[in-house]
């Protein structure tokens, strides 16, 4: 059975092309997630590349209680709908509890389910009856098959739009690794899957007091996953990982995006040919 389209905004998931969901990890301010959005806008016009623009307001799940989290919802949803119009593209941020929920889906395209909440129920049901598309990170904890207990959450409150994002699974401590069969798996299921490769490349906690990461292995695995066929891959990108606010080990450098969207197309193309 042919896997569901997804549309978000303008753009489509599980057509021809892929479908990018691009931006840093968190928002450091005002200005650089405006220069940001300019800049991955810039580049994905000159790639032909299609893409939602990705932006944390809170980094609610930090290793340590003094690292930088962001700003709040109404803030942060108010200039993500700013950049959206500005620049047309769709935008999407991650939501912690239905009551900021609540607030993101009056202008946020995408909402994004974090992984360590996939499993609560009130914000799942919360997030099924909101008119938005949801994107539900798949938990580091669970089998790719384990997710359809997610869908049927969201399915329970009517026509709900989703589709979910593989980031990779707990293996051992302080490491992850990315299974390209869960694509597989849960593409057998008829839900569309976006790869996260920036996620699936972190060490969690295993700089001590922050999360590490590998983060020159994210176009490694971000090849070998658009190889594997998902329809979608999500990559967080900065200007300078060495000095972001949040997961600046796992960022791609945004200096080289524009080389790895050509690989990931190229890839694409030859495994529809």
């Not at 983060?215 to 329809?231: I, K």
């Amino acid at each position: 059975m042919p896997r569901r389209v997804v549309k978000i905004g303008r753009q489509t998931l599980g057509g021809k092309k892929l479908l990018f969901i691009l931006g840093p990890c968190v928002m450091e301010s005002a200005a650089f997630t405006r220069r940001m959005a300019k800049k991955l806008h810039a580049i994905c016009h000159d790639e032909g590349a299609t893409f939602v623009f990705k932006a944390s307001y809170d980094k609610a799940n930090r290793t340590s209680g003094d690292s930088f989290r962001g700003t709040d919802v109404q803030d942060g949803c108010a200039l993500l709908a700013e950049i959206g119009g500005e620049f047309g593209v769709p935008v999407t941020t991650d939501v912690h509890s239905p009551e900021e929920l609540e607030i993101a889906a009056q202008t946020i395209d995408l909402i994004q389910i974090p992984a360590f909440l996939c499993r609560q129920t009130d914000l799942i049901l919360a997030a099924g009856a909101c008119g938005r598309v949801i994107n539900v990170k798949k938990g580091q904890f669970l089998a790719p098959w384990d997710v359809k207990n997610i869908a049927k959450k969201l399915e329970v409150t009517g026509k709900c739009s989703y589709f979910f994002t593989e980031r990779g699974t707990s293996f051992g401590y302080n490491n992850l690794v990315a299974d390209m069969r869960s694509i597989f798996w849960m593409q057998q299921l008829n839900y569309q899957v976006v790869f996260d490769a920036t996620h699936s490349v972190q060490r969690p906690g295993g700089a001590g007091d922050r999360t590490g990461g590998d983060g020159e292995l994210a176009p490694v695995l971000a090849s070998a996953a658009v190889a594997a066929g998902c329809d979608g891959v999500f990559i967080e990108t900065h200007e300078n990982p060495a000095k972001a606010f949040s997961d600046g080990p796992n960022q791609v450098p945004i200096r080289a995006l524009p080389k790895l969207l050509r690989r990931l197309d190229r890839i694409r193309h030859e495994i529809l040919r």
